[in-house]
């Protein structure tokens, strides 16, 4: 033996050694410590190894034999025919080599059809049906040997317990044995760990464990209280004379007896290019699905070639699983950071020593909040399983608590704010902790992106460096500041040179005639995005009416959430939401609504600016009263000013007007101009 091969010799029997044990692990033990994905590239690895050195097949190897031992502790079942598994594709080529394969073990001219179905991700169950009553139902076990959990099965309200489930439908066989997946709806599975972490009780990682865990109940009636579901798609066994021949056939035979068959998601296909388009349409789609899929099925249509083309190992030949990247990965906790939100929101996020899922790297997840960390009892230093779905960031499941090593640390919630020290507030009933701080830092950045961002004001060319430089630097103390930011603010930030600082000035400006809905989603009530906003502004006449709409009013318009109704009049009921409109108004934010038929043109074209307190109208009020009428508002006096609006206490506008000559109007004079 050459040295490689010694090293690829001592690989194989690596493999085979970690297969074996975490297959015990998860089908005898029902406590995997590696997920599916990680299991299938041990075991493709051990396959490819074995294929191209078949000299190291090893008689015990896992290749080699049909699944793991059944659990002792149920009654026994031989199932009348081997339940199989699947060989797995992993891409288009991977289908391509399986059609070449087993073509050259078809006569030349036999010509395929295929049907594809979605690879449900729950538990394989065997059903026994007899003269159309449901007389027995097992686990696959290792395929041959499975676990009688008839009761159990019971349970499940789709699973008919006679057949056909419609009288007038076609009359049973006098024996069938079918063959479906048990698996939990996501809904109903959230609502079982929901109702665990209630009791205290550890949650399941995933809703295939918890149906798992489900089925395998020895007292049914625990079972009876998990909502489990169950989609069928194979004829086992039978004994009667119409049955059908063809897969596509099957799948209609089974949901006209009553079974249930996921018939709107499966396809029949003559060629594999269109299959293989198809298959491509679930990337994305799959998380539209209710329950998980890891991927879809492809099946020889025609039942006596899919037969005679036999089986490798538990694999049939005539069939083949397209898996979709496993979206889940164990890998370790190696620290908790904390985000701190716009609002305030502490938020902990997992630092994981990093791990590639789906294509990915992945260093980071969420935790959700310190509640869901306890809950869930995720520790630093454990291993822990992370998932990235679609377009969900990811997040951290769970531990894998059977890995542990005695020396993890329990996770608390920081005392004090991670940014700016103040101390940490939590408001009954609220899972949320909150730096306590409205000034801090950190939310002033984070409300400031929330600004700039695509949905609310569009700002091009803020991101969050320079954010962060600008608050740092003392330049922005709130999101008005923007507007009265110079060249001369920019021009020592990294990386600023003229251009730059021009397009970031004119795309502040173009942002000071966002239509009024973005501005009122950009201010971050809480409840009100741009749907909320532009809701508001149809039902009331402008934004002044908006700042004193009371409760009753706004929970009067249709679509309109109580709770969001209390947020918005909080939201003007604070002199600090008035005090940051006055200013967003004096840096040019238009309030004006958009469309809205404007009072008069009276004011067109001047310029207004108000200073002092006036007698009856908040600063506000006012603002909006002269929009109204096509007038403006600024912040500082100039000799483009038209009139300044002075009431009680004035600024250093007043004599900034009186040095300019420009017309000092009181509040009575303004309203005398617009009558
Ligand atoms: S057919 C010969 N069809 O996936 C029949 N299996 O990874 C072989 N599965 O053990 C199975 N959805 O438990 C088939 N539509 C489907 C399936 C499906 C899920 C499971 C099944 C199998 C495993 C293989």
Redesign the pocket.
Same mark, same amino acid.
């Given at each position: 033996m050459t040295q490689a091969d010694q090293s690829l010799a001592r690989r194989a029997a690596d493999l085979r050694e970690q297969i074996h044990y975490h297959s015990y692990r998860y089908h005898v033990l029902d406590a995997p410590i590696i997920t599916d994905g990680e299991f299938d590239a041990l075991y493709q690895e051990l396959a490819k190894i074995e294929s191209q050195h078949p000299d190291l097949i090893a008689p015990d190897s896992p290749t080699q034999r049909v699944g793991g031992e059944p659990r002792s502790d149920l009654p026994k079942v031989a199932h009348a025919a081997p339940? #199989? /598994?699947?060989s797995?594709a992993f891409g288009d080529d991977d289908v391509l080599a399986w059609r070449t394969r087993i073509g050259k073990l078809l006569p030349d001219d036999t010509t395929l059809d295929y049907v594809v179905?979605?690879?449900?991700?729950? #538990? /394989?169950v065997v059903l026994t049906y007899e003269n159309g009553v449901f007389v027995q139902g097992a686990t696959?076990g290792n395929g041959e040997i499975g676990e009688d959990i008839t009761p159990n099965l019971r349970t499940i309200n789709a699973l008919p317990l006679r057949i056909p489930a419609d009288p007038d439908g076609p009359p049973p066989p006098a024996r069938l044995v079918v063959?479906g997946?048990v698996f939990f709806r996501l809904p109903a599975f959230e609502e079982l760990n929901r109702q665990r972490t209630e009791n205290g009780e550890p949650t399941f990682v995933n809703p295939r464990n918890a149906a798992s865990g489900a089925l395998r109940q020895l007292d049914p009636r625990i079972t009876a209280q998990r909502p489990l579901d169950l989609?069928c798609?194979?004829i086992l066994d039978g004994e009667g004379s119409d049955l059908p021949t063809i897969q596509w056939n099957v799948l209609h035979y089974l949901y006209g007896l009553g079974f249930p068959v996921m018939l709107d998601y499966s396809r029949h296909f003559d060629d594999l290019g269109p299959l293989l388009a198809y298959i491509h349409t679930w990337e994305d789609r799959r998380h539209d699905l209710d329950f998980e899929i890891d991927g879809l099925?492809i099946?020889i249509n025609d039942l006596a070639i899919f037969e005679s083309l036999g089986v490798v190992g538990k694999d049939?030949r005539g069939?083949i699983?397209y898996k979709f990247p496993a979206e889940e990965r164990t890998t370790r906790l190696l620290d908790v950071g904390v985000n701190v939100g716009r609002t305030g929101v502490l938020s902990p996020y997992a630092i994981l020593e990093p791990v590639e899922i789906g294509g990915v790297t992945v260093k980071q997840a969420t935790l959700h909040n310190f509640d869901d960390i306890a809950a869930k009892d995720i520790r630093l230093g454990d291993t822990v399983i992370v998932k990235r779905s679609g377009e969900v960031i990811p997040y951290v499941v769970g531990p894998v608590t059977d890995l542990r090593e005695g020396a993890e640390q329990p996770i608390t919630p920081p005392d004090s704010c991670p940014f700016c020290r103040s101390p940490i507030t939590r408001t009954e009933g609220e899972v949320a902790y909150y730096c306590s701080n409205p000034d801090c830092p950190e939310r002033l950045v984070r409300s400031i992106e929330y600004w700039v961002s695509r949905g609310a004001m569009d700002i091009d060319g803020l991101g969050e460096r320079i954010v962060r430089q600008l608050v740092d630097e003392g330049r922005i103390h709130d999101v008005a500041d923007l507007y009265f930011l110079s060249p001369d603010d920019l021009i020592d930030l990294e990386g600023f040179a003229e251009k730059k600082i021009d397009n970031l000035l004119a795309a502040i400006d173009a942002s000071r005639r966002r239509p009024l809905e973005r501005v009122l989603a950009a201010l971050g009530i809480k409840g009100v995005g741009t749907t909320v906003a532009a809701l508001l502004l149809d039902h009331l006449p402008s934004f002044d009416a908006l700042i004193h709409a009371t409760q009753e009013q706004l929970e009067a318009i249709p679509g309109m959430g109580p709770l969001t109704a209390v947020n918005i009049v909080d939201f003007f009921a604070d002199p600090r939401s008035h005090a940051l409109i006055d200013k967003l108004r004096s840096g040019g934010v238009s309030f004006q609504a958009e469309g809205k038929q404007a009072a008069s043109d009276r004011l067109a074209g001047q310029t207004f600016v108000i200073t002092g307190t006036l007698p009856t109208l908040l600063r506000d009020e006012a603002s909006a009263l002269i929009e109204s009428h096509g007038g403006k508002i600024t912040g500082s006096v100039s000799s483009k000013t038209a009139y300044v609006l002075a009431g009680e206490n004035p600024g250093s506008k007043l004599d900034k007007a009186n040095q300019l000559g420009i017309p000092v109007i009181t509040e009575q004079e303004l309203l005398d101009m617009l009558h």
């Amino acid at each position: 033996m050459t040295q490689a091969d010694q090293s690829l010799a001592r690989r194989a029997a690596d493999l085979r050694e970690q297969i074996h044990y975490h297959s015990y692990r998860y089908h005898v033990l029902d406590a995997p410590i590696i997920t599916d994905g990680e299991f299938d590239a041990l075991y493709q690895e051990l396959a490819k190894i074995e294929s191209q050195h078949p000299d190291l097949i090893a008689p015990d190897s896992p290749t080699q034999r049909v699944g793991g031992e059944p659990r002792s502790d149920l009654p026994k079942v031989a199932h009348a025919a081997p339940v #199989l /598994s699947l060989s797995n594709a992993f891409g288009d080529d991977d289908v391509l080599a399986w059609r070449t394969r087993i073509g050259k073990l078809l006569p030349d001219d036999t010509t395929l059809d295929y049907v594809v179905e979605l690879k449900f991700d729950g #538990l /394989s169950v065997v059903l026994t049906y007899e003269n159309g009553v449901f007389v027995q139902g097992a686990t696959r076990g290792n395929g041959e040997i499975g676990e009688d959990i008839t009761p159990n099965l019971r349970t499940i309200n789709a699973l008919p317990l006679r057949i056909p489930a419609d009288p007038d439908g076609p009359p049973p066989p006098a024996r069938l044995v079918v063959r479906g997946e048990v698996f939990f709806r996501l809904p109903a599975f959230e609502e079982l760990n929901r109702q665990r972490t209630e009791n205290g009780e550890p949650t399941f990682v995933n809703p295939r464990n918890a149906a798992s865990g489900a089925l395998r109940q020895l007292d049914p009636r625990i079972t009876a209280q998990r909502p489990l579901d169950l989609a069928c798609y194979q004829i086992l066994d039978g004994e009667g004379s119409d049955l059908p021949t063809i897969q596509w056939n099957v799948l209609h035979y089974l949901y006209g007896l009553g079974f249930p068959v996921m018939l709107d998601y499966s396809r029949h296909f003559d060629d594999l290019g269109p299959l293989l388009a198809y298959i491509h349409t679930w990337e994305d789609r799959r998380h539209d699905l209710d329950f998980e899929i890891d991927g879809l099925v492809i099946k020889i249509n025609d039942l006596a070639i899919f037969e005679s083309l036999g089986v490798v190992g538990k694999d049939p030949r005539g069939a083949i699983a397209y898996k979709f990247p496993a979206e889940e990965r164990t890998t370790r906790l190696l620290d908790v950071g904390v985000n701190v939100g716009r609002t305030g929101v502490l938020s902990p996020y997992a630092i994981l020593e990093p791990v590639e899922i789906g294509g990915v790297t992945v260093k980071q997840a969420t935790l959700h909040n310190f509640d869901d960390i306890a809950a869930k009892d995720i520790r630093l230093g454990d291993t822990v399983i992370v998932k990235r779905s679609g377009e969900v960031i990811p997040y951290v499941v769970g531990p894998v608590t059977d890995l542990r090593e005695g020396a993890e640390q329990p996770i608390t919630p920081p005392d004090s704010c991670p940014f700016c020290r103040s101390p940490i507030t939590r408001t009954e009933g609220e899972v949320a902790y909150y730096c306590s701080n409205p000034d801090c830092p950190e939310r002033l950045v984070r409300s400031i992106e929330y600004w700039v961002s695509r949905g609310a004001m569009d700002i091009d060319g803020l991101g969050e460096r320079i954010v962060r430089q600008l608050v740092d630097e003392g330049r922005i103390h709130d999101v008005a500041d923007l507007y009265f930011l110079s060249p001369d603010d920019l021009i020592d930030l990294e990386g600023f040179a003229e251009k730059k600082i021009d397009n970031l000035l004119a795309a502040i400006d173009a942002s000071r005639r966002r239509p009024l809905e973005r501005v009122l989603a950009a201010l971050g009530i809480k409840g009100v995005g741009t749907t909320v906003a532009a809701l508001l502004l149809d039902h009331l006449p402008s934004f002044d009416a908006l700042i004193h709409a009371t409760q009753e009013q706004l929970e009067a318009i249709p679509g309109m959430g109580p709770l969001t109704a209390v947020n918005i009049v909080d939201f003007f009921a604070d002199p600090r939401s008035h005090a940051l409109i006055d200013k967003l108004r004096s840096g040019g934010v238009s309030f004006q609504a958009e469309g809205k038929q404007a009072a008069s043109d009276r004011l067109a074209g001047q310029t207004f600016v108000i200073t002092g307190t006036l007698p009856t109208l908040l600063r506000d009020e006012a603002s909006a009263l002269i929009e109204s009428h096509g007038g403006k508002i600024t912040g500082s006096v100039s000799s483009k000013t038209a009139y300044v609006l002075a009431g009680e206490n004035p600024g250093s506008k007043l004599d900034k007007a009186n040095q300019l000559g420009i017309p000092v109007i009181t509040e009575q004079e303004l309203l005398d101009m617009l009558h």
